[in-house]
């Protein structure tokens, strides 16, 4: 199969009309999207991607009425939060329609929906009749694509087409939250919208749910993912262990370069110490170092509040974990 890179929505709802699968993109990662109502289109995002089946997929609408048509109910604080963030790096996990195919959902009652940010898969999503189910366009548990060339080094002959959106802006996948048995809202995933802005809105603390899992209930809490082929530790701005001292290393920091390494070794996130900006950076930069031909990548611990958690956690999971 010729993989093309390209900038045509019509190509593109051409495609997905069709059955096929189709790279999209949105402000936090490219998408890999299907029709989310074809068991047949959503079967071939698990093939593409070798995802498993029980890791549930998010459903991508144009709009909170088009989203409306998937969900039962649409408790108040959701109202709250889609007319604080939508379109926007949040996603939604609502009790879920029949029309909504279980394989999307991993056999769950609940679906993860969003209204993504990007104008052009905006528009490409108000000329189709039914949703984009969009998993990140990358092989499974390996480092999310924020490029239209990332998708094409990972999945260049599986694709036809990937519609070409610039690069990502936000650079990390999507908050999850979701409300439990008790109706409390929950967050399922760190992501692009910083929990304290979603605590704001609510004006209430949030409880964030275990997210490392080998049993997930929302999408993105493998406890295995965004990894890279090079082994990676993650450590704290000083450290710089002793253990990895006889090998080639590439470091990876928030902003300052590590004095006891050449600075050709090293990749820094965001010079001026901006966390939305190594969230941006952040896949890129995982991705540049992993082709550094390097025996381990060090990568900084970044600072806990605002997007620093979504970063750590994706860095948590990223890590080299012994077999």
């Given at each position: 199969m010729n993989t093309v890179i390209g900038t045509d929505i019509k190509k593109a709802v051409e495609l997905l009309n069709k059955g096929e699968v189709v790279a999209i993109p949105t402000e936090t990662v490219y998408g890999l999207a299907a029709n989310a109502l074809s068991e047949d289109a959503v079967l071939r995002i698990y093939e593409v991607k070798q995802r498993p089946r029980f890791n549930p997929l998010i459903l991508h609408v144009a709009s909170l009425e088009h989203a409306r048509e998937y969900v039962n109910n649409l408790p108040v604080e959701a109202q709250q939060l889609t007319t604080a963030f939508w379109p926007g790096s949040l996603t939604l996990l609502l009790d879920k329609k029949e029309t909504v195919p279980d394989l999307v959902t991993a056999g769950s009652n609940r679906v993860a929906l969003r209204v993504p940010n990007h104008p052009l898969t905006l528009q490409l999503l108000q000329q189709l009749s039914f949703p984009l189910a969009a998993p990140s366009a990358n092989p499974s548990g390996y480092v999310s694509p924020t490029s239209a060339q990332h998708v094409y080094d990972n999945?260049?002959?599986?694709?036809?087409?990937?519609?070409?959106?610039?690069?990502?802006?936000?650079?990390?996948?999507?908050?999850?939250?979701?409300?439990?048995?008790?109706?409390?809202?929950?967050?399922?995933?760190?992501?692009?919208?910083?929990?304290?802005?979603?605590?704001?809105?609510?004006?209430?603390?949030?409880?964030?749910?275990?997210?490392?899992?080998?049993?997930?209930?929302?999408?993105?809490?493998?406890?295995?993912?965004?990894?890279?082929?090079?082994?990676?530790?993650?450590?704290?701005?000083?450290?710089?262990?002793?253990?990895?001292?006889?090998?080639?290393?590439?470091?990876?920091?928030?902003?300052?370069?590590?004095?006891?390494?050449?600075?050709?070794?090293?990749?820094?996130?965001?010079?001026?110490?901006?966390?939305?900006?190594?969230?941006?950076?952040?896949?890129?930069?995982?991705?540049?170092?992993?082709a550094m031909q390097a025996d381990v990548l060090i990568a900084e611990r970044l600072p806990g509040e605002g997007l620093g958690a979504a970063i750590n956690d994706r860095l948590e999971r990223a890590q080299f974990i012994m077999k």
């Amino acid at each position: 199969m010729n993989t093309v890179i390209g900038t045509d929505i019509k190509k593109a709802v051409e495609l997905l009309n069709k059955g096929e699968v189709v790279a999209i993109p949105t402000e936090t990662v490219y998408g890999l999207a299907a029709n989310a109502l074809s068991e047949d289109a959503v079967l071939r995002i698990y093939e593409v991607k070798q995802r498993p089946r029980f890791n549930p997929l998010i459903l991508h609408v144009a709009s909170l009425e088009h989203a409306r048509e998937y969900v039962n109910n649409l408790p108040v604080e959701a109202q709250q939060l889609t007319t604080a963030f939508w379109p926007g790096s949040l996603t939604l996990l609502l009790d879920k329609k029949e029309t909504v195919p279980d394989l999307v959902t991993a056999g769950s009652n609940r679906v993860a929906l969003r209204v993504p940010n990007h104008p052009l898969t905006l528009q490409l999503l108000q000329q189709l009749s039914f949703p984009l189910a969009a998993p990140s366009a990358n092989p499974s548990g390996y480092v999310s694509p924020t490029s239209a060339q990332h998708v094409y080094d990972n999945l260049h002959g599986k694709i036809p087409y990937i519609l070409d959106g610039g690069e990502c802006g936000v650079g990390v996948e999507s908050t999850i939250l979701g409300w439990n048995k008790q109706q409390q809202p929950e967050v399922y995933r760190l992501g692009g919208i910083p929990v304290e802005a979603i605590e704001e809105v609510l004006q209430q603390k949030l409880r964030i749910k275990k997210s490392i899992t080998e049993n997930p209930d929302a999408p993105g809490q493998l406890k295995s993912h965004y990894a890279t082929t090079t082994p990676l530790h993650l450590h704290a701005a000083d450290d710089l262990p002793v253990a990895f001292s006889n090998k080639k290393v590439i470091r990876i920091n928030f902003k300052n370069y590590h004095p006891s390494l050449p600075k050709e070794q090293q990749l820094i996130l965001s010079e001026n110490g901006s966390l939305e900006e190594a969230a941006k950076h952040l896949f890129k930069t995982l991705r540049a170092a992993d082709a550094m031909q390097a025996d381990v990548l060090i990568a900084e611990r970044l600072p806990g509040e605002g997007l620093g958690a979504a970063i750590n956690d994706r860095l948590e999971r990223a890590q080299f974990i012994m077999k």
